[in-house]
């Protein structure tokens, strides 16, 4: 069985030895019997069972007897914990009386106060950092964040000027990563710029760099990869499916077919009786 400890016997070893309850007999500090810790420590007792003169821990008067209003765990009024927050409150309100203001969002991200103009190009910088923007993108953007028409305008084409607004570049790194790295066809890539508000001219130059060569080659690299996981199903609902994720990725429905048939083909399945139209 486990023994029982009695706290009582450690206590009474110190009062036995001189050195004030709580402290060391080494040479630490309080070890000369003292009570060097006394006035650090508001809540270590007396040699007559009070606490320092202050509040107990329990919000008593120092002599066990609870004050009214106070709770277990740290006085509302007088103790540690209630001054630390006293200070704290007083030091807010100190602040807000001498005109000090409080983090807004507009300060968290960095956007300096009064002059739009200034407001308008730091938040252009910050979400070109590291990601490239059409203008529309950017001129959203300021919109929502308030900023006049006319100064987003200003600020806009300042920054066309100088290159860190470029939309048919845009459009080229678009239609290059989303077709070498997701497989999207010219009619999606499309699609996407459009609702980014790149201009018409410039997607169809993006979009015709990318002939029809290279799109049925990326069409059967998608097949492919696809075919082994429908291995097991029949040869309709095989064809369906291919069919069914080059549609998605904005492959027209002739080249998916001619693509998937031939997949099939290759794989021994009878494709003549297959209807161009599933």
Known sequence: MTRRTDWAEYGYEHL????????????????????????????????????????????????????????????????????????????????????????????????????PVERARAICLRLLTGTPRTRKQLADALRKREIPDDVAEQV????????????????????????????????????ELRTKGVDTTLIDEAVGRLDAEQEEATARELVARKLRATRGLDRDKRLRRLAGMLARKGYSQGLALRVVRQALEEEGEDTEFLDDSC
């Open 16 to 115: 036995a030895s001189g050195a004030p309850r709580g402290t060391g007999t080494g040479n630490r500090p309080g070890a000369d019997g003292a009570g060097a810790y006394r006035d650090e420590h508001p809540y270590r007792p007396d040699g007559d069972g009070t606490y320092g003169g202050g509040p107990g821990p329990d919000g008593g008067d120092g002599a066990g007897v609870p004050v009214a209003g106070s709770r277990r765990g740290g006085p509302r009024d007088g103790g540690a914990r209630g001054g630390r927050g006293r200070r704290r409150r007083d030091v807010g309100e100190a602040s807000a009386a001498g005109g000090g203001t409080s983090s807004s969002p507009r300060a968290e991200q960095g956007e300096p106060p009064g002059d």
């Open 156 to 191: 806009l084409s300042r920054f066309e000027e100088f290159g860190l607004i470029d939309d048919g570049a845009f459009a080229d790194a678009w239609v290059e990563s989303r077709h070498h790295g997701r497989g999207l066809a010219r009619r999606a890539l499309a699609q």
